[in-house]
């Protein structure tokens, strides 16, 4: 039915129930899809040839924009912050009032920088960053068969919108719900426009107020795509959900973080920088 899901990064811990909610998402039709993704570390690289690659975040830190005392410090933060964002031993509440620790003040430090409007291009032309392997041929697919791609972040709105613009496809079927900048009216970053969304609220509580759930309430087959357990709640705010397919790419501390996600997501993929098995569903489906 689906050959990518032989390749050995593949792991379902219930394969019958996963084919019968693919076979119902192929009967139910393109016209009743739509796919919920994350944006950094899954539908960008995690890395590339033992290095990491940079989230959307990490891509205005490192940038020329920012003084080096201000790179340090946004350093520090992600060092601090970023293994308690993945500790498999503790429980979102826990983990909840860090991550909004850590989101306001690499915020507030950004917003210290003086970066401009008319920087974002380069910034991101400049930066590592890269999408993974096949993501021509699933922004391509959805858009011919006019599945909206509804894509919910917790990175920066402004920077993740020029990457898939520098790609060729940001099509009229992606909408993105993100943190966005606040420029003034000479284009200098001001601050970032609210609810901050960080890992661990992405949810109704900050979609409520944007109109783009209450359009898709007929797209009830969904297909989820996200790289941490805070991923999956993004479609919570659709009123009838019928089939949903989740799929979760484990991409750091593997073997510690294999059984919460086996639970969690409908398929694993472990170690995996491509989306051939998203796409080789959807050739399926589509
Ligand atoms: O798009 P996504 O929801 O995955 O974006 C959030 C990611 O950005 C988090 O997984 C987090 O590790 C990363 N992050 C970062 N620097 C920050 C805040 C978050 O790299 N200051
Ligand atoms: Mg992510």
């Known amino acids: 039915m689906v050959p990518e899901l032989q390749k050995t990064t593949v792991r379902i811990q219930q394969p019958e129930r996963v084919m019968g909610v693919i076979r119902a998402i192929k009967e139910q039709g393109s016209s009743k899809l739509q796919v919920i993704s994350d944006f950094d570390m899954t539908l960008s690289r995690f890395g590339c040839n033992g290095r990491r690659c940079p989230t959307s975040h990490n891509i205005l830190d490192n940038s020329h924009v920012i003084s080096e005392d201000g790179k340090k410090k946004l350093k520090d933060l992600l060092h601090h912050y970023y ?74 709105g402004d920077i993740l919108e020029e990457i898939i613009r520098q790609a060729n496809v940001f099509y009229p079927n992606v909408n993105v719900v993100s943190n966005y900048m606040d420029f003034d ?11 901050l969304i960080h890992t661990y609220n992405k949810n109704n509580s900050v979609l409520q107020g944007t109109a ?8 009830t087959s969904i297909i989820l795509l996200g790289d941490s357990m805070g991923d999956l ?47 080789g569903i959807l050739r399926y489906i589509l």
């Open 185 to 195: 009216d000479s284009g200098v970053l001001r601050c970032f426009k609210s609810p």
């Open 233 to 279: 709640t993004m479609a919570d705010g659709v009123p009838s959900v019928e089939n949903i397919l989740k799929i979760g790419f484990l991409n750091d501390k593997v073997e510690e973080r294999r059984g919460k996600y086996l639970d969690a997501y409908d398929i694993v993929l472990e170690s995996d920088e491509t989306l051939d098995v998203v796409n």
């Open 83 to 156: 293994p308690i964002e993945i500790d498999p031993n503790r429980s979102l509440e826990e983990k909840r009032p860090l991550m909004v620790e850590w989101w306001t003040r690499a915020h507030e430090l950004l917003s210290q920088q003086r970066i401009q409007k008319g920087d974002i291009a380069q910034i991101v032309r400049e930066s590592d960053v890269m999408l993974r392997d096949g993501f021509n041929e699933l922004f391509d697919q959805l858009h011919k068969y006019n599945v909206p791609m509804f894509i919910f972040s917790a990175g920066v």
């Open 212 to 219: 783009y759930f209450q359009q898709l309430s007929t797209r």
